[in-house]
């Protein structure tokens, strides 16, 4: 996920909250209301002297923009960070131990989305990750992931691409394409062969393509040793070796029906085809998907299959002819679901392997040994069958098999030798849903036995179980989430609402109501005394930088997963999961929105049905069904109701809103729309862009974008009015090496403003964002003359009624204007483009309780894996330029303009995380002005509290309480000491005189 | 054209394996001052190539042509396997990517068959043709000089994440103007009676005449010793200087004491010596 598509689709529409203006009474021509007005033209009108002292807020807050990093004692606590890799496919997962890290090992696994990782057992943390999808095929499986105890690397292939990975730190140790080929089968060679280098081992690959081709490739370059062609024209299926032979096993079509299992044994050293040997398996197999098991590296690899009746299995020894067939006892009376193989892949482990049987509620297994000498397959014994699911992992110290059975209820470990149960753990928290596949890792200790298994969830939530108790979960299903958004309990919706009851009511009802309401309070004062000398102490003592969950820090975030399911993350726990629902019918779905009211969130599939679940409990309230496919949905919010509408791929609303409302959409075929609520047929107004453009973006102000001053108040004490229309659109179209940004008013769709830049590679990333008077964007600029720059670039823009200070243009002393009825004024927009090191894929914008704070620009960087805020004084487009600023304009705060702008590391919110794929940011603002809540989704999770201009209304870790106390006993002490002494003296002098 | 034959073949040798041999780049990191020990650098640290989408290259496969991706390898180093090549030599960009510490950007300039014509660095924001050290060039005589190239890549700082926080020191609680203030009055509630006790019984008898005078010590007495106690110590009065005072000082020392308490019983002393 380390390189997000080029162009970030555009999926939502631009839902503009139009009730901030406040002035729909005017129902057929809606007019809006300036968010504040200037209404004589008088020296000093309050307004303006209001907004000085605003302004000096301002400046105050942008006095100490310098200083807004995380400290590193508060780093997991104001943040959180969901490293994900994706579900862990079953083949490609294991516990190894690197050679250096002595003797803890790590658990690899190579996930559903082509991510390889390492991760920590002990705390389920990840020590590294690499995307490896890196083929230049488009659609690949996930690939595969070996690696050998006592090597330093592991091998990973996926598509035509071929790389091997530094297990303990993730580096590169060699990397291969080889082009029009994708992979088939991947092992390590383990050659009994006492000169081998034991730093490496080389790997058999086997590609398919236009003919099967086996290639050894160098553990230490990757250069290919040798390569065996087959031209036959069969379907290659897998390699596996022993230790003295490489068998590459194909399937060869019968004539009429069936297929038959061919394998050819090559030389290890030379690659040259040593024998072939076709088994008579045309009656049972008819492809691929009938081999059950192709044994790889193990002391007898095997190939295991059944009969279409699923009455005998039959198994080979690969190499000899004989097909060893063994009946299926099947006792449960119910038809088998699934017959899965398990074996050790240690070349000097026991020659056992189990076999799982899974019928509709039951699953037993049975263990085979394999007599080497006769090449006969023996059962040893069986282990009991179970209601319900199991499933089984095996593991093995030394030559010894283990096998750990996890059942709905307990998890044994027996070994292969014999039936005895070695340990037994009743499973602490029984799981919620079935495990689908897992990993073990034994210990013995003499007759006892210790086991740690990590095992993936239906869910696709990955949990390690140690002797039973679950040590951690990774919520995997996390990754590549498709909406979200906060939500409200409906306890905060309660006192509002009592408010609400109290203020309609007549004055001596709402005292009662009022005295009742605290007289029912009093129930928590003996809890709240209770917990209070422990609330003081540990306020003190504990390293907590302080408790603000009643500050509003503390939000739900609601998840839609691709898996169909919808999780909640506290935002003030540290991201933790408070529930996870199945939700979707289906496997998959398409999240268009989520929308939230207090107590409940809707969550909007692309069929046009909804889910509305409780926030708390994940309860499903209501589920309407599917109608037709939408594109997106809008919000018309009317008096705190908000009622939603759902988009058609020709931006059309789906049906008639009744009452008042405006909002924009976008079409498939690249126009953007505007819609009167109570008209679904035509469109007020539409927008198409140039011929030979096509538009990529749309983007609206923050539903929540308080905006704290209507002017900027220059050094002379002059103000420069700002153009504040709570309906812009602003709308991002590319051309051939264009990309031009349109504003658009939203309720007339007049255009505002129109810049296009020339020299831009529209295939990287261009994002944009607009909040309060400004708008920002970046893009890839190619250097159209040779002494133009190259590189990434960002530009500013701000808006203002006129050039000229205190004159508001042609608005005069008006207190409203309107998008319809007059002619609507043209911004004043003053840019300036900044060159940045890098890419930036996604924007958002910090958004504060009062928008008193100065805001952050918000920048996801995908080549670095990082989000930055970056203050918007850096970002100011009247930075003088080739000169230092005036008095005046320093006074004002402004800087001397650079064109190149590094990132300052104390502008990183992920700091050193590695926060991969975000494609989406949120911000919310807290009950604390200072803070603003962040949070970003996309593939991995990622949420933090941003203070732009400090955390001044919150006293800090670095307010040190025990010093404070120390300082006051101290003075007491002092007047304790010096009292007798002055009151001596005195009655001294009081003698002496 | 009438070459002899050996040299024909040369050439048509020296073709084919310039068309068939792909070139290498590789990057390696040096310790330096902001990053002394390279291997420290995190495994997602990687190497892009990126240049603009000629009109040259084939439509839809621009995203995968024109910018490559290098991974950090064990040793330190990125290496770009199989250069890009183009229809016409093309420059391209060459950044380390890493969130910590900041790397020089390069320009590399490739020929149309992929091999190296020249590596310089660049500066951001400036013009692509303003090339500042050079770090590599081809060698115009020998063919395959641009084939196989190595250079260093330059870290040029480290950046800063964290804030740092201020720790409790005992000796910041010196720095403290109301701590000082506190420590010299506590200084001259100890030392004065040790330095009257030192002085010579003359002077001090002086000095004590003299404090008598001064209307705070005064004030004192007079409020303690004078005939009802605390009780009828006339607060008002006393602090506009006015009121029953036991001795009556002179009209500059009234002055002088209105001006500020704490400095009372030196500027008595001052009025009396003038």
């Not at chain 1, 003919?211 to 250069?223: K, N, P, Y």
């Not at chain 1, 087959?230 to 009429?256: A, H, N, R």
């Not at chain 2, 203030?181 to 009676?193: D, E, N, Q, R, S």
Request: negative net charge; aromatic residues 8%.
């Amino acid at each position: 996920m380390a390189s997000p598509p080029p162009v970030v689709p555009y999926t939502a529409a631009p839902q503009l909250d139009i009730t901030t203006a406040g002035s729909l009474s005017i129902h057929p021509h809606p007019c809006f209301l300036r968010q504040s007005s200037a209404s004589s033209n008088d020296q000093f009108p309050p307004e303006v002297i209001i907004m000085r002292l605003q302004a000096t807020l301002l400046w105050l807050a942008s006095c100490v923009p310098s200083a807004v990093a995380i400290y590193p004692d508060e780093v997991n606590h104001v943040d959180f960070h969901h490293a994900l890799l994706g579900v862990p496919t079953p083949e490609s997962t294991f516990f190894l131990r690197p050679p250096s890290s002595s003797n803890a090992s790590l658990l690899y696994t190579l996930s559903e989305d082509s991510l390889v990782g390492a991760i920590n057992p002990r705390d389920g943390s990840p020590l590294w990750r690499q995307n490896v999808s890196r083929s230049s095929q488009p659609d690949h499986g996930p690939g595969l992931l070996r690696a050998s105890d006592g090597v330093s690397s592991i091998v990973s292939a996926v598509g035509d691409y071929v790389s091997s990975w530094s297990a303990l730190d993730g580096k590169l140790v060699w990397e291969n394409w080889f082009v029009d080929e994708s992979l088939v089968d991947l092992e390590l060679l383990h050659l009994a062969d006492p000169h081998a280098v034991p730093a490496s081992k080389d790997t058999v690959a086997l590609f398919g393509g236009k003919a099967g081709v086996v290639r050894r490739l160098d553990g230490e370059s990757g250069d290919v040793k040798w390569e065996y062609k087959d031209e036959s024209g069969e379907t290659p299926f897998q390699v596996s070796s022993s230790s003295t032979e490489v068998f590459y096993i194909s399937l060869q079509s019968g004539l009429l029906k069936g297929t038959k299992v061919k394998v050819t044994s090559l030389d290890p050293v030379t690659g040259r085809q040593t024998r072939q040997v076709t088994l008579n398996s045309e009656s049972d197999v008819s492809g691929p998907e009938s081999i059950l098991f192709v044994g790889a590296n193990t002391a007898s690899p095997l190939i295991v299959w059944a009969d279409k009746s699923q009455k005998i299995l039959k198994v080979n020894v690969i190499g000899s002819k004989k097909v060893s067939s063994l009946n299926i006892e099947n006792t449960s009376g119910q038809e088998i679901r699934s017959v899965v193989i398990h074996a050790p892949h240690q070349l000097n482990s026991l020659p056992h392997f189990l076999v799982h049987y899974q019928t509709e509620s039951s699953s037993w297994a049975e263990v085979y040994h394999v007599d080497l000498n006769t090449e006969a397959v023996t059962k040893a014994y069986s282990l009991p069958r179970v209601q319900g699911w199991s499933v089984f992992a095996t593991s093995n110290k030394d030559a010894n098999v283990f096998f750990t059975r996890i059942t709905e209820a307990e998890l044994t470990v027996v070994s292969s030798a014999s039936h005895g149960i070695l340990g037994r753990w009743p499973l602490q928290t029984p799981p919620k849903e079935r495990f689908l596949h897992a990993v073990a890792e034994v210990v013995a200790k003499g007759e006892s036995v210790a086991v740690r298994s990590a095992a993936v969830l239906e869910s696709g939530d990955w949990q390690l179980i140690r002797n039973g108790q679950n040590e951690w979960t990774r919520y995997e299903a996390l990754a590549g989430a498709q909406a979200a958004s906060w939500a409200e309990a409906d306890t905060q919706e309660d006192l509002a609402h009592q408010l609400q009851v109290e203020g309609h009511e007549s004055i001596y009802g709402a005292y009662v109501h009022r005295v009742k309401r605290h007289v029912k309070d009093l129930e928590h004062l003996p809890e709240w005394l209770k917990e209070l000398p422990k609330r003081i102490l540990t306020s003190i003592l504990s390293d907590e930088v302080s408790n603000l969950d009643g500050f509003g820090v503390s939000k739900t975030v609601i998840v839609a997963t691709r898996n169909g399911r919808v999780y909640a993350l506290d935002s003030g726990k540290h991201g933790a999961v408070s529930w996870s629902v199945k939700v979707s019918q289906g496997e998959t779905w398409d999240v268009k929105a989520i929308i939230t009211q207090p107590g409940y969130a809707t969550v909007y599939p692309d069929d046009g049905s909804s889910v509305t679940l409780n926030v708390t409990s994940g309860g499903i309230v209501k589920r309407t069904s599917a109608t037709t496919k939408i594109r997106s949905v809008a919000v018309v919010s009317d008096d705190g109701t908000p009622s939603t509408i759902g988009i058609n791929g020709k931006g059309a609303p789906l049906e008639p809103l009744s009452g008042p409302g405006f909002f924009v959409t976008s079409s498939d075929d690249g126009r953007v729309l505007g819609w009167a609520a109570s008209n679904n047929k035509v469109p007020v107004w539409e927008f198409a862009p140039a011929p030979g453009q096509k538009i990529v973006r749309a983007v609206a102000r923050p539903s929540h974008d308080p905006v704290a001053s209507i002017g900027k108040v220059l050094g002379d004490r002059s103000v420069l009015y700002k153009y504040l229309n709570p309906n812009l659109v602003l709308v991002t179209a590319v051309g051939d090496s264009s990309a031009t940004f349109y504003l658009l008013d939203a309720v007339s769709g007049n255009l505002l403003y129109t810049t296009t830049q020339e020299g831009v590679d529209t295939t990287q990333p261009i994002a944009s964002t607009i909040s309060e008077n400004w708008f920002a964007y970046s893009f890839l600029a190619h250097p159209v003359h040779p002494s133009d720059a190259m590189g990434y670039q960002l530009v500013i823009s701000e808006l203002y009624e006129s050039p000229i200070p205190n004159d508001r243009g042609p608005l005069g002393a008006a207190a409203n204007f309107s998008s319809i009825h007059d002619l609507l004024p043209l911004p004043h927009v003053i840019s300036q483009a900044f060159v940045i090191p890098e890419p930036i894929s996604h924007m958002g914008v910090t958004e504060t309780r009062q928008g008193i704070t100065i805001r952050q620009l918000l920048c996801y960087l995908p080549s670095t894996n990082s989000l930055v805020g970056i203050p918007r004084p850096f970002l100011d487009p009247r930075r003088p330029v080739d000169r230092d600023p005036t008095a005046n304009e320093a006074e004002e705060g402004l800087i001397r303009y650079s064109p190149y702008l590094e990132f300052d590391g104390k502008w990183y919110l992920s700091h050193v995380r590695d926060v991969i794929g975000i494609s989406n940011i949120l911000s919310s603002p807290t009950l604390l002005e200072s803070t603003s809540l962040v949070f970003a989704f996309g593939w991995d999770i990622f949420g933090t509290r941003a203070t732009p201009s400090q955390a001044f209304d919150i006293l800090g870790k670095g307010f040190s309480k025990l010093q404070l106390l120390a300082t006051v006993v101290a003075l007491g002490v002092g007047v304790v000491f010096l009292a007798p002494m002055v009151r001596r003296k005195q009655v001294n002098m009081i003698w002496n005189a | 054209m009438a070459l002899p034959n050996p040299l024909r073949f040369l050439l048509l040798f020296i073709l084919t394996t310039t068309t068939l041999a792909t070139s290498i780049l590789t990057v390696t990191i040096p310790p330096s001052n902001p990053l002394p020990n390279p291997n420290s650098l995190p495994a997602g640290t990687h190497a892009t190539l990126t240049s603009l989408p000629s009109s040259s290259h084939p439509e839809g496969s621009s995203g995968q042509q024109h910018k490559s991706k290098a991974p950090l390898s064990r040793s330190g180093s990125f290496t770009f396997h199989a250069l890009p090549k183009s229809s016409s030599p093309t420059s391209y960009l060459l950044d380390i990517r890493s969130a910590e510490y900041i790397f020089a950007p390069y320009r590399v300039d490739l020929s149309a068959d992929g091999t190296v014509l020249g590596i310089w660095e660049t500066f951001r924001g400036n013009p692509w043709d303003n090339r500042g050290a050079e770090k590599f060039l081809a060698d115009v005589s020998a063919p395959g000089s641009g084939r196989d190239v190595t250079v260093e890549a330059k870290v040029l700082s480290r950046r800063g994440f964290y804030e740092e926080r201020s720790t409790f020191s005992p000796l910041a609680l010196f720095k403290n103007p109301m701590i000082l203030l506190a420590l010299v009055a506590l200084g001259f509630t100890f030392g004065m009676p040790k330095l009257m006790e030192n002085m010579d019984p003359e002077m001090r008898a002086e000095f004590e005449k003299q404090s008598r005078a001064s209307p705070v010590s005064g004030a004192a007495r007079g409020a303690i010793g004078g005939g009802g106690g605390p009780a009828n110590f006339d607060l008002a009065g006393w602090m506009a200087g006015t009121g029953n005072r036991p001795a009556a000082a002179a009209p500059a020392t009234e002055v002088d004491s209105a001006r500020g308490g704490a400095t009372g019983r030196e500027s008595g002393g001052a009025t009396r010596r003038r």
